[in-house]
């Protein structure tokens, strides 16, 4: 697939790094500085270049959208038309600071997007996972076991495109439902980062959903 990377911090660089050494095309945009851009695209390994963030929407096949969410508005100004696109979202709705959800319980910052993009297909992933495990992950992607990772949307394909990208990373994708869900698990990659940095399981602390009895 051709995925246009917005927003190559900590998230969107080493995602779009993953995606590039599990196949795919990629387009690293959105960041200060870029050099910064360039040599993610050099270093992914893979078939990586960097552009703008209207570059990086243009031909992909799926978006990942990985800002803070003060700077939401303003990179979706510069991707343009998202008419149809793939839109994967793991920018969780913090307040500057990053210390707390500005909207929770009754919607979702996955929610308000598909709200602020009524024609591109919003799926969230990737949000209820610490950036520091993603190169183990993919490391360890073929083992049994392999860790869970929470989904949600309303479009069936796009569900589809975003549970490839969560497999090609090297996590099991969980379907969690409509995007509403995401109200949920917002919330949770809250709790699963404040179970990284403030107990003692550090980052690498895993979860994995399983049925229980039959
Ligand atoms: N980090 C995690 O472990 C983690 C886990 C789950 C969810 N999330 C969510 O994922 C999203 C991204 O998090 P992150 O940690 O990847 O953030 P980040 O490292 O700060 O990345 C954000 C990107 O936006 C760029 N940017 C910021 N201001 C800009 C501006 N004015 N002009 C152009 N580019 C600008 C940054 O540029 P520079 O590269 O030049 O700084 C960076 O590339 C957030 O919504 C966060 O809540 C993060």
């Known amino acids: 697939m051709r995925i246009g990377i917005l927003g190559s911090g900590l998230m969107g660089g080493k995602l779009g790094t993953l995606f590039a050494r599990a196949g795919h095309d990629v387009v690293f945009s959105y960041a200060r500085s870029e050099p910064k851009l360039r040599r993610l695209a050099r270093e992914a390994q893979g078939n990586a270049r960097h552009g703008t963030p209207a570059e990086a929407a243009r031909e992909a096949d799926a978006l990942l959208l990985a800002v803070h969410w003060s700077r939401v508005d303003d990179v979706l100004k510069q ?26 319980h009754t ?7 598909a709200k602020k993009l009524p024609r591109a ?18 490391e360890a992607r073929r083992k049994a076991t392999r860790p869970s990772m929470l989904y949600c949307g309303e479009d069936a394909g796009a569900k589809q495109v975003a549970a490839t990208l969560i497999r090609d990373v090297g996590f099991d994708p969980v379907d969690a439902g409509p995007l509403r869900i995401a109200r949920y698990t917002e919330p949770f990659s809250l709790l699963i980062a404040r179970l990284a940095y403030e107990g003692d399981g550090g980052p690498e602390l895993a979860y994995r959903f399983e049925r229980l009895g039959k």
């Open 79 to 104: 991707a343009g038309d998202l008419s149809g696109k793939v839109l994967v979202t793991c920018s969780l709705p913090m307040n500057a600071p990053s210390t707390k959800l500005v909207v929770a």
């Open 107 to 113: 919607t979702s910052g996955a929610e308000v997007l």
């Open 121 to 138: 297909k919003v799926v969230a992933a990737f949000g209820t996972v610490p950036s520091e495990v993603l190169f183990d992950v993919f």
